[in-house]
């Protein structure tokens, strides 16, 4: 799989580490950076995965900031990324089966690495169920922007 992994400064350690990983199971990884501890801001990062996962350039985007929520806000807001918070494999699980989230979310500050790779390999392997859970997805889509 092609995934794009980006990051601040805070996240710049977990980042690595997950595109480590990522890449030792196979996966192609697209890394838009940061690539140093040095103080940057998020938001371009968050762009930049998400862009490249809305146009189809990779399948999935991974993104790491401190807490996790100020990159994922940034994930949002690019019409037809969704950007989940992931804490662990129980809300991977959930994200993919449930909202076909295509970016995950982590916080450097609050997950551990061990559970963070856990929770990725659920998030790569788990399939959107579909069925009831789509019409919400076509929901979101539509109103991208118009909420």
Known sequence: MRIAVGSDHAGF????????????QGHQVVDVGTQSDERVDYPSFGFDVAHRVVAG???????????????????????????????????SLATRQHNDA?????????????????????????????GRH????EQLDRTAGDA
């Open 134 to 137: 789509m019409a919400r997805i």
């Open 57 to 91: 350039e990779v399948e999935r985007g991974v993104v790491v900031c401190g807490s996790g929520q100020g990159i994922c806000m940034a994930v949002n807001r690019v019409p037809g990324a969704r950007g989940a918070i992931i804490r662990d494999e129980a809300d």
């Open 13 to 24: 350690p977990l980042k690595t580490k997950l595109a480590e990983w990522l890449a030792a």
């Open 102 to 130: 295509n970016v995950a979310c982590f916080g450097a500050r609050v997950t551990p690495t061990e559970d963070a790779i856990a929770a990725l390999n659920v998030f790569l392997t788990t399939d959107f169920d579909g």
